[in-house]
């Protein structure tokens, strides 16, 4: 049997906004196993990036509970719950969040200083030439392309070798071949460390490649077939 990895039981959340409460996620219930692929899919606004927080502890639930390798997200304070990031996860933004003032080497070798490995740019090195930039490793954000910045981030995410790897829409700023690449790449570290992947996307061909796809929609969960899945 399966081990699970992610268990949310009748998690929800509900955040301050500038018109008083809102609650965005409702009593998700949601087991994610041992090295399967899920992708989450549903419509702008249903919670699929929010869903994904949760798991992350990015955002802590307001009800119900979320654990992430048997431990209890809902009860660890922010500094606990950054080093479990760091030590389990790996995650995977939209928007890069690459840090400006460092290389492509820093930036992927700075989290694996502040964990203590004191191989930490060996590894980075191995881990930029794994995505093809090991020619960029000195060059800034700023000099390198969307698709390339995208492929620090994964580098980033995948060296501290996460159980668990979360993807906020990875292809989403990216034009077709680029974002074509960064998929083949995600899958590829998945196989390679053999990670747990969640990912959000609204793109149909990526949810396709998934074990199994989740849509969300107004904050709820409908689990659905594959072919039915993606918008």
Request: proline content about 3%.
């Amino acid at each position: 049997m399966a081990t699970s990895v992610l268990e949310l039981q009748n998690a929800a959340l509900s955040l301050e906004g500038n018109a008083g409460r809102v609650n965005i996620l409702h009593d998700v219930s949601l087991s994610v196993v041992q090295g399967e692929t899920l992708g989450l899919v549903g419509p702008s606004g249903s919670g699929k990036s929010s869903l994904l927080m949760l798991m992350g502890g990015l955002e802590q639930a307001t009800g119900g509970s979320v654990i992430a390798l048997g431990k209890d997200l809902t009860g660890m304070d922010e500094d606990t719950l950054a080093r479990f990031r760091r030590d389990s996860m790996g995650v995977v933004f939209q928007n890069f969040h690459l840090i400006p003032t460092m290389t492509a080497l820093e930036n992927v070798a700075t989290p694996l200083e502040l964990a203590g490995h004191s191989d930490a740019f060996v590894r980075a090195e191995a881990e930029l030439e794994a995505v093809g930039l090991s020619h960029r490793r000195d060059h800034y954000p700023a000099q390198l392309s969307g698709g390339e910045q995208q492929r620090v981030a994964l580098a980033r995410a995948s060296a501290p070798r996460p159980q668990i790897l979360l993807a906020d829409e990875p292809t989403g700023n990216l034009d077709e071949t680029n974002g074509a690449a960064i998929v083949d790449l995600l899958f590829g570290l998945r196989d390679k460390h053999g990670a747990t992947l969640v990912l959000v996307t609204h793109s149909h061909t990526l949810a396709e490649r998934c074990d199994r796809v989740v849509r969300l929609r107004d904050g709820r969960v409908e689990e659905k077939a594959k072919q039915e899945a993606a918008e």
